[in-house]
């Protein structure tokens, strides 16, 4: 089942809703169409400046 964000994060590109796994945990339903248009306007708002990314170290696992 999938449900919607509500009015907390109704507004965030990218994210389309979410699912409740069979374990419990919460699950992001991701909108592949929006993240990349995110990127790609943050992409064009970069071109004139300095784009270097500091290393983060993440843990990120994919259902």
Same mark, same amino acid.
């Given at each position: #089942? !999938?449900? =919607?964000?509500? /009015?907390? #994060?109704? %507004?965030?590109?990218? +994210? &389309?809703?979410?699912?409740?796994?069979?374990? /419990?945990? +919460? /699950?992001? !339903?991701?909108?592949? &169409? /929006?993240?990349? &248009? $995110?990127? %790609? =306007?943050?992409?064009?708002? #970069?071109?004139?400046?300095?784009?270097? $990314?500091?290393? +983060?170290?993440?843990? &990120?696992? !994919? +259902?």
């Amino acid at each position: #089942m !999938i449900k =919607s964000l509500g /009015g907390y #994060m109704k %507004d965030i590109r990218g +994210v &389309a809703g979410g699912t409740i796994l069979g374990d /419990g945990r +919460v /699950g992001l !339903i991701l909108d592949l &169409a /929006g993240l990349i &248009a $995110v990127a %790609d =306007s943050r992409t064009e708002a #970069m071109d004139d400046k300095d784009t270097s $990314v500091p290393e +983060v170290e993440t843990e &990120a696992e !994919i +259902v």
